[in-house]
């Protein structure tokens, strides 16, 4: 998985014993300071849904004590709704959720840096739960925090990004927004995966980027933004650093006849366009609904 070190390191006491995902070298988090890069995108409004052309930055993009996030809506979210933050399973605070294991309505009051379009951290966010977090399947938590879009936009002039609830495409160009690092990463979508197996964990469908994209520790969790439609396709989470086959820090690709790829050096997300058929109206968690897929409890 793509944290820090140390948290890593911490997450996997707190976790217990077994294997643990995928972490970044030290020499990895050291180079994490080099330029950013912005390039124009449309970006859509909460509330018409139409798109409006500009950059792709890193408002609405958050920061956490080992991992990056966004306040996420839903093209079915109300500014009325409580706002929700998206990062990776492996970033809960509690440590890695276990395979099979699918944690809902989890108390919780982590708190997360909001940033502007600059980088800049312009409040501090509070969770009020954990509404979801699984790394089966795939790899993301979302916190329930206890303030709405509209408050959050009143207070702070930043807008929630939307996530899509479309497959994502191959070849399209894509940002890795990291509110970690403040730092933008720009590749393509250079294909989808059959299984993406790392250790005891598996992910189905995961994105793969082109070479580009050569995202390091405390990118977790990192918003996968549509250039185009500036709405979330996905969320990073992992990368083969080692060329090692399906181990620690080494996912490996398997396909439908179960034969094995590994890629060194290649960074890979989870798709998010299944979420919002799972949040119905007051951003409400509902499993059961027609069209959800997540994994259950």
């Not at 509070?126 to 936009?153: E, H, N, P």
């Not at 990368?239 to 034969?259: Q, S, W």
Request: charged share 15%; net charge positive; hydrophobic share 35%.
């Amino acid at each position: 998985m793509r944290k820090p070190f140390a948290a890593a390191l911490f997450a996997l006491v707190i976790a217990g014993a077994g294997v643990a995902p995928a972490v970044a070298a030290p020499q990895a988090a050291r180079t994490a300071q080099a330029p950013q890069a912005t390039v124009t995108a449309s970006r859509t409004t909460e509330a018409s849904g139409t798109a409006t052309l500009r950059a792709v930055d890193f408002a609405g993009t958050v920061s956490l004590s080992n991992c990056s996030g966004s306040v996420i809506r839903f093209p079915k979210s109300a500014d009325t709704d409580p706002a929700l933050v998206l990062t990776n399973g492996h970033c809960l605070e509690t440590g890695f959720p276990s395979p099979g294991e699918v944690i809902v309505d989890q108390s919780s009051s982590r708190s997360f840096g909001l940033l502007n379009s600059s980088g800049t951290r312009v409040a501090t966010l509070r969770a009020s739960k954990v509404a979801y977090s699984t790394m089966t399947d795939t790899d993301i938590t979302i916190y329930q925090l206890t303030r709405t879009y509209a408050q959050i936009r009143s207070s702070y002039g930043i807008s929630a990004l939307t996530v899509a609830d479309t497959h994502p495409v191959a070849g399209t160009a894509i940002k890795v927004v990291s509110g970690y690092w403040k730092r933008i990463y720009s590749c393509n979508v250079d294909g989808f995966v059959y299984r993406l197996q790392e250790g005891d964990w598996t992910w189905k469908d995961s994105v793969r980027y082109t070479s580009a994209c050569n995202t390091i520790g405390g990118t977790s969790g990192s918003p996968v933004v549509d250039n185009t439609t500036g709405k979330v396709v996905a969320v990073n989470n992992t990368g083969n650093e080692d060329g090692e086959r399906c181990t620690v820090n080494n996912p490996c690709e398997v396909d439908a006849n179960g034969t094995v790829t590994v890629r060194k050096g290649i960074n890979y997300a989870e798709e998010t366009y299944q979420i919002p058929a799972c949040f119905g109206p007051g951003n409400k968690l509902n499993l059961s609904a027609s069209g959800c897929v997540l994994p259950r409890p």
